[in-house]
Every structure is written in structure tokens, then in C-alpha cells.
């Protein structure tokens, strides 16, 4: 593995852990919200070959479900 490609697994994985460290004092709603925008994103890229369009599309229809299911799941 060439240094370069170490050091850009390593920014990921800081990156990664960042943004994770944020979601400690969210609400489940919220969780679910973040979760549901992230998932819907990557599946609204791939379902539109990368057009950042259906990235964003995908990421709102995946943060609305989201924020439905977190709704639910405050309830009980």
C-alpha cells in the first residue's frame, strides 16, 4: 500500500469517527433522520448513476422515512 492511499484511509476513518462523535447526544428521531438521509443518499446515487440529483433526491425521501420511523420508535 503506497503512503498516499494510508493516508487517505486514515482521513476517512477520522472523518468517520467525527461525524459519529456528533450523533452521541441526538434523540432517536434524529438518529433516524441522519441514518434514513445517509442511506437514501448512497442508494438514490447508485439508483441514478451518480447524478447529484438523485443523490439529493434520494437523501430527502431517506431523511423523511427516517424521521417517520423515529417518530414511531419515540412513542414507545
Do not use: F, P
Not at 477520522?14 to 438518529?31: D, H, V
Request: proline letters at 0%; aromatic letters at 2%.
Amino acid at each position: 500500500m503506497h503512503a498516499t492511499q494510508r493516508k487517505t484511509i486514515a482521513i476517512y476513518a477520522l472523518t468517520a469517527s467525527i461525524g459519529l462523535a456528533g450523533c452521541a447526544g441526538m434523540s432517536e428521531r434524529q438518529k433516524a433522520t441522519a441514518i434514513g438521509a445517509g442511506v437514501g443518499g448512497v442508494a438514490g446515487s447508485v439508483i441514478s448513476g451518480g447524478s447529484t440529483a438523485g443523490t439529493v433526491g434520494g437523501a430527502v425521501v431517506g431523511g423523511v422515512v427516517g424521521n417517520e420511523v423515529g417518530k414511531d420508535r419515540e412513542k414507545r
